[in-house]
């Protein structure tokens, strides 16, 4: 009998863009660089390596977009969802996959923090793993800089990764959940989506509202997700019909003044992530507003 496992899959929110890795899988750490966080709209981006020849695209290949992010790096996801797609570096003979679109149980849990300098000023690192302000040192690199954004006085700003898409708010936000489902894990690419609810009237683009690309879940009454198709940050979802407006909590450029005040969905929760923080934890969704 042999002792190789199985596959381990990957799909985007749509299921366009698909792929398998035979693995192992070699390091899975949490970023919590403000780039990452633009690009996938959650509070930190959770990323899982393997070797570039147990890799293989199943479908969608042809689906998946690229942003130059900076003269260091590139950002893949998918045109149809914008679901993070996987980052193929063949100089390094590795694959960089997100993990919140890899499917089933994994065997290997996240080793460290990375760039906790920038981390997200709502976000609680709870759990003992390693922190570190940029890369590791062993790395010998330093993490891209970006401007501080102007802050103005009762505005909430944020932009998608490439800043075609900004948008304000005012007021405060209805509330604030960290969400464990499987459609977030898939839409944000990540361990769980941080989202704040505000009401329509709270909410403008400044630019960009017609950069902004929709995929709705078809079999879902509500659940749908919004990106840049530029260069495939998140951006806010404006729901009309519930007159309120679903902000990604990493698009964010200022602090919004609310924390998350639970999670919710933890009977969808990824093996890998540990809840270490002290929130309540919901199986399911909360209760109406």
Not at 49 to 77: C, H
Not at 93 to 113: S, T, W, Y
Request: proline share 8%; charged share 20%; net charge neutral.
């Amino acid at each position: 009998m042999s002792d190789k496992h199985p596959p381990i899959e990957g799909t985007c929110l749509c299921g366009a863009v698909r792929y398998e890795i035979d693995g192992p899988l070699n390091a899975m750490v949490h970023c919590h660089c403000s780039m990452c966080r633009k690009h996938h709209g959650g509070s930190f981006a959770t990323f899982a390596a393997a070797p570039l020849m147990g890799f293989r695209w199943i479908a969608g290949e042809d689906n998946v977009a690229t942003y130059v992010s900076s003269d260091k790096g590139q950002r893949s996801f998918c045109r149809s969802c914008g679901s993070v797609a996987p980052s193929v570096l063949k100089d390094m003979d590795m694959v960089i996959c997100p993990a919140g679109n890899l499917l089933g149980d994994l065997d290997l849990k996240p080793q460290a923090h990375w760039f906790v300098g920038s981390r997200a000023p709502w976000t609680q690192i709870a759990d003992a793993l390693p922190q570190h302000e940029e890369y590791p040192e062993e790395f010998g690199t330093t993490g891209v800089t970006r401007p501080a954004a102007e802050k103005r006085e009762g505005i909430v700003a944020g932009s998608c990764l490439c800043g075609c898409v900004a948008f304000e708010l005012t007021g405060q936000p209805m509330r604030m959940m960290n969400c464990h489902c499987t459609r977030c894990r898939r839409g944000r690419s990540s361990a769980h989506a941080t989202n704040l609810f505000y009401k329509l009237g709270d909410f403008q683009f400044v630019r960009g509202e017609a950069d902004v690309r929709t995929y709705k879940v078809p079999e879902a009454r509500f659940f749908s997700v919004a990106f840049c198709g530029k260069c495939g940050g998140a951006a806010p979802r404006v729901s009309p019909e519930r007159d309120v407006v679903v902000i990604p909590a990493g698009t964010l450029d200022d602090d919004p003044g609310m924390r998350p005040q639970a999670h919710i969905h933890v009977s969808s929760k990824a093996n890998w992530f540990e809840i270490a923080d002290s929130l309540p934890q919901l199986p399911e969704g909360p209760p109406p507003v």
